[in-house]
């Protein structure tokens, strides 16, 4: 497309070494067109993802980020499938960084494309635009063979929290082969309301995966699943400490009593970072009973499991006043 620039002779010479035949003065004229503000010269970027040699691609693909036209989304959906695999990977993100809900309608109908890398970078970016309109094929694209496309579809439906999509993430959170899915799929349950979920979080915290089981045990803190508790306290003694760390966690954001033996225990652990998530869920609880222990800790050899027992004791000075 010929486009009239005379009214900027820089803008106008860059458009002119745009057609250059040397691929290397091209790509150089791609990035300094990247530094013109304005849409009006978008076209020159998507005409650029048609270019023979990659790194000019590439190079427009990063700039179309910033332009949210139509055509621009349109070149970056064709970009998906380029020879290139930076090109593809570029395109890629800078779908994902989309803002504007009406370029929703631009993705949808290409989520059956057959290559799965194309069809897990558009469930990315519909992720972030939150469109109603991406419900029924993210819920359809939860039967997908790809791992990888599962866990993106789980994502739309996170983000959407449509309440109709509970009943198919919480079957993939206790039954999906891949681990990964399983955890995006307990991660996506932190909407639900109720104990509705209760018995798949506490599968969860008893999964093969550590990442899985910290998942679990994050998520039942965020919905306050207090039925959970005594499920949590024994995860404070899970094999793996980033499991503990999450698990103390949400105890304090339960505030349940029966926990206090466990988390002062958990404040003598030899991995500091576990002493103090004990030290702020106890000052979470607000019990005198862990006085004592959280005043030993104010000795503690590591600063932030020090400030963490001050900042619990004050808490239970002030809710025991």
Same mark, same amino acid.
């Given at each position: 497309?010929?486009?009239?620039?005379?009214?900027?002779p820089?803008?106008?010479?860059i458009?002119?070494?745009?057609?250059?035949?040397?691929?290397?003065?091209?790509?150089?004229?791609?990035?300094?067109?990247a530094?013109?503000?304005?849409?009006?010269?978008?076209?020159l970027?998507?005409?650029?993802?048609?270019?023979?040699?990659?790194?000019?691609? /590439?190079?427009?693909?990063?700039?179309?980020?910033?332009?949210?036209?139509?055509?621009?989304?349109?070149?970056?959906?064709?970009?998906?499938s380029?020879?290139?695999? *930076?090109?593809?990977?570029?395109? *890629?993100?800078?779908? =994902?960084?989309?803002?504007?809900?009406?370029?929703?309608q631009?993705?949808?109908?290409?989520? =059956?494309?057959?290559?799965?890398?194309?069809?897990?970078?558009?469930l990315? *970016? /519909?992720?972030?635009?939150?469109?109603a309109?991406?419900?029924?094929?993210?819920?359809a694209? /939860?039967?997908?063979a790809?791992?990888?496309?599962?866990?993106?579809?789980i994502?739309? /439906?996170?983000y959407?929290?449509?309440?109709?999509?509970?009943?198919?993430l919480?079957?993939?959170?206790?039954?999906?082969?891949?681990?990964?899915?399983?955890?995006a799929?307990?991660g996506?349950?932190?909407f639900?309301s109720?104990?509705?979920?209760?018995?798949?979080?506490?599968?969860?915290?008893?999964?093969?995966?550590?990442?899985?089981?910290?998942?679990? *045990?994050?998520?039942?803190?965020?919905?306050?699943?207090?039925?959970?508790?005594?499920?949590?306290i024994?995860?404070? +003694?899970?094999a793996?400490?980033?499991?503990?760390?999450?698990?103390?966690?949400?105890?304090?954001?339960?505030?349940t009593?029966?926990?206090?033996?466990?988390?002062?225990?958990?404040?003598?652990?030899?991995?500091?970072?576990?002493?103090?998530?004990?030290?702020?869920?106890?000052?979470?609880?607000?019990?005198?009973?862990?006085?004592?222990?959280?005043?030993?800790?104010? +000795?503690?050899?590591?600063?932030?499991?020090?400030?963490?027992?001050?900042?619990?004791?004050?808490?239970? +000075?002030i809710?025991?006043?």
């Open positions: 497309m010929t486009i009239d620039f005379s009214y900027d820089e803008l106008q010479e458009a002119q070494r745009l057609q250059s035949p040397d691929g290397e003065i091209r790509r150089i004229a791609v990035l300094a067109l530094d013109f503000d304005g849409d009006e010269h978008a076209q970027f998507i005409d650029a993802l048609r270019d023979p040699v990659s790194a000019v691609r /590439l190079e427009a693909a990063k700039a179309l980020e910033a332009f949210e036209s139509d055509a621009g989304v349109a070149g970056l959906i064709t970009a998906l380029d020879t290139d695999a *930076a090109v593809r990977a570029t395109a *890629a993100q800078s779908l =994902s960084d989309l803002k504007n809900p009406s370029s929703a631009l993705l949808l109908p290409h989520l =059956s494309h057959p290559q799965a890398f194309v069809r897990v970078a558009l990315r *970016a /519909l992720r972030e635009l939150r469109v309109a991406s419900f029924s094929p993210a819920l694209a /939860l039967a997908d790809d791992p990888a496309i599962r866990r993106e579809a994502a739309v /439906l996170g959407l929290k449509h309440t109709d999509a509970l009943p198919a919480t079957q993939l959170a206790s039954a999906d082969p891949e681990p990964e899915v399983r955890r799929a307990i996506a349950l932190g639900a109720g104990d509705s979920v209760l018995p798949a979080l506490l599968a969860g915290l008893h999964d093969a995966s550590w990442q899985v089981r910290e998942e679990a *045990a994050t998520t039942i803190g965020k919905l306050g699943l207090h039925a959970a508790a005594v499920e949590l024994d995860a404070l +003694h899970d793996y400490w980033q499991v503990r760390l999450r698990a103390a966690r949400s105890l304090g954001r339960l505030r009593a029966l926990a206090l033996p466990a988390l002062i225990e958990t404040l003598r652990h030899e991995i500091s970072n576990l002493r103090k998530e004990a030290a702020l869920a106890l000052g979470e609880i607000r019990l005198p009973a862990a006085l004592p222990a959280l005043e030993t800790a104010q +000795h503690d050899p590591d600063p932030e499991v020090r400030k963490a027992a001050r900042l619990a004791l004050e808490q239970i +000075h809710a025991n006043a």
